[in-house]
């Protein structure tokens, strides 16, 4: 399958400050891409979807002003939680597809962030 | 609207036993099925999928699943556990008809006992 590759796999951060996830498909051209947040022994939850070149759709309940979503090019979106807080610590997990209807998604390897 | 249904958020099976989870869908259109593995701290591998044709379908790693329509399930099976299958399992649904947003289920976390 393709390579999703997701960087950093874990970032501590202080409360207040920034932190980037970048997002980068590897060896395919990924039109979409997802933002998923995944709660301990809990499923993931879609925090938004990005098109390359728009403005990205964000699910009901998440914070477009927090968690700001770049999908600047084919192979690379950036997911920017701004003025962290403890409780944004979670394990975030993208995936990215390119394509075609029935082309299907590939996911990262995730990103466990802990906020302190 | 669709949903996922995960029965047993953890199963636990010898080392060589049957490995059956349990998964039942909702879904307004015919539904694209799929089964992933998470290891810890890792992103979602997919196991196999259902989109058209053939009901039983067959995944990496010896696993399968068969699509029952009547039921609505997507069971995930596997004839012998290893002790490399311990992980979460998730199924997800999403509807056909060009791509929409795929739905998971609560997960399954598989035990293997040696």
């Known amino acids: 399958g393709a390579v999703v590759s997701q960087h950093p796999s874990r970032v501590i951060c202080k409360s207040g400050t920034s932190v980037k996830i970048e997002c980068r498909s590897l060896?395919?051209?990924?039109?979409?891409m997802f933002w998923y947040r995944q709660f301990p022994k809990k499923s993931l939850m879609l925090m938004a979807t990005s098109n390359e070149g728009s403005k990205a759709t964000y699910e009901q309940g998440v914070e477009k002003d927090k968690f700001l979503i770049n999908h600047a090019s084919l192979t690379l979106s950036t997911l920017t939680v701004t003025s962290a807080h403890p409780e944004d610590s979670s394990f975030y997990i993208c995936?990215?597809?390119?394509?075609?209807?029935?082309?299907?998604?590939?996911f990262g390897q995730g990103t466990r962030l802990t906020v302190v | 609207a669709q949903s996922v249904t995960q029965l047993g958020s953890h199963v636990s099976v010898s080392e060589g036993a049957l490995v059956l989870l349990r998964c039942n869908y909702s879904?307004?259109?015919?539904?694209?099925l799929f089964w992933y593995v998470q290891y810890p701290n890792q992103g979602l591998q997919l196991l196999l999928k259902y989109t058209t044709g053939a009901t039983l379908v067959k995944g990496i790693n010896g696993f399968e699943a068969e699509f029952k329509k009547s039921e609505t399930s997507f069971h995930l099976t596997k004839p012998s556990a290893h002790m490399s299958d311990a992980a979460e399992y998730f199924c997800a649904v999403r509807k056909s008809g060009g791509y929409q947003k795929v739905t998971f289920g609560t997960g399954t976390k598989l035990q293997v006992i040696p």
């Open positions: 995936s990215a597809r390119g394509q075609g209807e029935n082309t299907e998604a590939f």
């Open positions: 060896d395919f051209q990924a039109t979409t």
């Open positions: 879904s307004s259109v015919p539904p694209y």
